[in-house]
């Protein structure tokens, strides 16, 4: 293999035909023994900046992994395009586990995949030393850093890689995009002489749409009415709003499990499983469900509450679409939200700690009220400049309306003075709007002059006024102390008339992103999906995709690595009808040629015959 060209390989082997931005320039570099450190978003193709190198050098790649689920799936993936992978962890049987290390010593592996803890225990630093080694592939290197939100100590150790095999690359990648962990990682694995890679942390194919909460159940099943058949996750804040919502989405006839940490590990171990296999279309889940989910076909990422901080709405968001194809990120954007995390952060930790959650409560809130290209926002957070707006994201595909709010402004902030700073959103609202609330009457609130002059607006669209007064800076929320508002230096101008308002409507319902609805007859066979401009034929798609479900129940694995959806659109826009042509899909190498080319070769020239045949027959 050793002077394999790589171009070669990425065709024969892996079935592409031309490498992403940065995986060539990486690829040679870990070739040419140097180490490396990639910063890549998730689904930006990291794997294979360390797979190319370890078949073109000589002896075995080590890929440290943080789960055992991450090195099941990158091994059988491996496994599946041909190559010589297994993974030496906590899983494996006592006489498995021989099988492996015999493996190793008898230099028949390309790849081993490996626990940190166990690859440095002296035991085994002392085998690898006897063996030709490929390099060292550190994945999920934000592991190691206690900024990132994955730490785990047993990447510490690590940092003895270095000195220990002095001569064998390193690579360490990750999709961590804040650049405190970006420094903390090179230090503690000591790769101070690195090349250093850093992708854009764009992911085009994911529409970020923030709606404003209300009626949340509701808007995320009309979120989901096109959704049927397809995977996603839908993040909640508690493990109680988790069972809550899947139980709804059970009940309303949806394919939704339950994930969070207060579930047994075999309970959430179905629950993973169930959800790679494409058993199950969607996952409830707290943050806690994560790291391990490397499944390509995600196509949607709800945050039913509000995320606590951007890094983690990112890293949240970026589970969808690792595939390329065309995902959704949707935000539901609250009031009580924002006061529930405030009052959470102030709970937990001493005064440092506090001082940068809120710090980063605020980008977050920030973000969300933003009447500019979300994605904007959101690069610009992690210091990546964007020259255009984006065009997939529900302000830009829907610009916000904006209205005179000078009056409303007025009422809200009179009103939150009449009752002299001393209770909360909901209250104020409903004195604004003159509800009969028992409380109102015991407090004389309904004399006030402000009781019912809010009449005119809903319940809605006066939170989306509090919000917006909050954020602007006139209206501050006193979380230690019930939440209540209190007025600003900024809101005596404004009410003194001294000052105009333009605020935003409030945007509630996603009548947005469904812009350019196509015809009906039109819309069958172009899926907006599909890579940009690719027809494909649904109907194939479908039957190739249950074939590709029954081969993976049959092999005991997931669909994704028999076929990427990618893959099967292809197929379905193509029809390859020769080896040859089958070849020319994305994905296809070599070895998947072999094991199932013919299987859906003649899948697709039945299905051609089908739809041929009928219109024949009407001519
Ligand atoms: P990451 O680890 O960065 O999240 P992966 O390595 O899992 O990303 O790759 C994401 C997807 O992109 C996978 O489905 C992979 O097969 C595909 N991919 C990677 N590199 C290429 C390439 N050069 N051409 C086509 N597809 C690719
Ligand atoms: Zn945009």
Redesign the pocket.
Known sequence: MQQADIQDI?RNTFG?????PL?EKIIRSVIAGEDNFVL?P???????CYQVPALVRPGVAIVVSPLISLMQDQVESLKANGLAAAYYNSSLAEAEARQVLAKLHNEELDFLYIAPERLMSPAFLTRLKDLDLALFAIDEAHCVSQWGHDFRPEYLQLGQLRQHFPAVPIIALT?TADKQTRTDITQRLQLTNANVHIASFNRPNIRYTILEKQKPFNQLTEFLQDKKNESGIVYCLSRKRVEEVAEKLQDNGYSALPYHAGLSSSQRHMAQSAFQRDNVNIIVATIAFGMGI?K?NVRFVVHYDLPKHIEGYYQETGRAG???LASEALLLYGLNDIALIKSLIEKNGHAEQQRIELHKLNCMTAFAESQTCRRRVLLNYFNEQLAVDCDNCDICLNPPETYDGTVDAQKALSCVYRVRERYGANYIIDILRGSDDQRIKRLGHERLSTYGIGKDLSLEAWHSVLRQLIHLGYLEQDIANYSVLRLTSHARPLLRGEQKLILAKPRTKLNAPKEKKQTHSKREKTDRKAAPGLEYDRGLFEKLRALRKRLAEKMGVAPFIIF?DVSLIEMSAYFPASEAEFLTI??VGQKKLENYGQLFLKAIQEHKKNVQEPSHALV
């Open positions: 990425l592409y035909d031309r490498f992403r995986q890549m998730t689904g930006g193709g990291k794997s294979l999709a490397d390509p690792r595939d390329g990427s994305n994905g």
